[in-house]
């Protein structure tokens, strides 16, 4: 494994939608997508033993909403980033996930390429 390699947590319930990411993140040398889970629960015991640089995180999951994984995402790995993608695009909840810590939060119908652009930009510049 390469030293500059960033590592990637992906959270979502949809399989279709996680491997779209997966293929898309997977283009990017820097990037080792060490985790994926289809709920909160597993996502945070999986991460409690390999913490990520970064989360890529749904808000509809189905065993916790995602915003209480991103507030202990954020009480337990300080250092980790984390970017919500999602299909719900109320402002109300955009404004809570960025006061909660997300680094982004993009409407998957209509954001999708610029979660993707957003999520390269920190692995090619923030992490280094």
Known sequence: MKKNNKYVFIINDSFVY???LFNI???????????????????????????PDLVVLDIQLPDMDGME?????????????????????ESTIREKCKELGAEGFYDRATEFELAVKKINSLINGKFN
Do not use: C, W, Y
């Open 69 to 89: 994984v991103m507030r202990k995402i954020k009480e337990q790995h300080k250092k980790t980033t984390v970017i919500i993608i999602t299909n719900i695009s």
């Open 18 to 20: 996680a491997n779209r």
């Open 25 to 51: 993140l997977g283009e990017n040398a820097k990037i080792l997508i060490v985790g994926f889970s289809r709920n909160g629960k597993d996502a945070l015991l999986e991460m409690a033993k390999n913490p």
